[in-house]
T-cell receptor, first 115, second 111 residues
Framework: ETGVTQTPRHLVMGMTNKKSLKCEQH?????MYWYKQSAKKPLELMFV???????ENNSVPSRFSPECPNSSHLFLHLHTLQPEDSALYLC??????????????FGEGSWLTVV | AQKVTQAQTEISVVEKEDVTLDCVYETRDTTYYLFWYKQPPSGELVFLIRRNSFDEQNEISGRYSWNFQKSTSSFNFTITASQVVDSAVYFCALNNEKLTFGTGTRLTIIP
């Protein structure tokens, strides 16, 4: 069983819908991440949270809105998405401070299809 | 700037053959960390190994082994006696202040 769980695993939404992806980690970490994986593209880091504070936003469109209520939970709120936003969204967590070589652990991902 | 190159996009081998996945990295830092992850069709990225830049010893874990060569900036991954369950996309990654992934190698083991 993975230490990082994501729900839902699969989501189909229309362009005018509002939905949310949820991530929960059971590893006692204080850093959490959202990554996007599109077909034939490298993994893209979207957001980073350290101790519930957003520390990185890689120029992600505002139709993606993250929320981190505590160090164990991370959400990605989705609103008026485009078909090109269809991808696998991966949540991850680690101990804070990647320059210390802390390992990032990933969830199983949420497969999102925008129609 | 950091960069990770996995030149092999796709590899197919027959079951029980050995296979090596290549990873070449670029960084100006003297302290860094290298990782391999496995991504089966289910989607989860499974952590396989972490190696720091000061430890050039090769590592073996069952059928898996890793060859870290700082002189050539490579961190290659070998699967011995491959099995169908090894079929997945494998990612090499470099970590200093952020985790930089390669584009992955899709490995297919043919029964």
């Amino acid at each position: 069983e993975t230490g990082v769980t994501q729900t839902p695993r699969h989501l189909v939404m229309g362009m005018t819908n509002k939905k949310s992806l949820k991530c929960e980690q059971h590893l006692g970490h204080n850093a959490m991440y959202w990554y996007k994986q599109s077909a034939k593209k490298p993994l893209e880091l979207m957001f980073v949270y350290n101790f519930k504070e957003q520390t990185e936003n890689n120029s992600v469109p505002s139709r993606f809105s993250p929320e981190c209520p505590n160090s164990s939970h991370l959400f990605l709120h989705l609103h008026t998405l485009q078909p090109e936003d269809s991808a696998l969204y991966l949540c991850a967590s680690s101990l804070p401070g990647l320059n210390s070589g802390n390992t990032i652990y990933f969830g199983e991902g949420s497969w999102l299809t925008v129609v | 700037a950091q960069k990770v190159t996995q030149a092999q996009t796709e590899i197919s081998v027959v079951e029980k053959e050995d296979v090596t996945l290549d990873c070449v990295y670029e960084t100006r830092d003297t302290t860094y960390y290298l990782f391999w992850y496995k991504q089966p069709p289910s989607g989860e990225l499974v952590f396989l190994i972490r190696r720091n830049s000061f430890d050039e010893q090769n590592e073996i874990s069952g059928r898996y082994s890793w060859n870290f060569q700082k002189s050539t900036s490579s961190f290659n991954f070998t699967i011995t006696a491959s099995q169908v369950v090894d079929s997945a996309v494998y990612f090499c990654a470099l970590n200093n202040e952020k985790l930089t992934f390669g584009t992955g190698t899709r490995l297919t083991i043919i029964p």
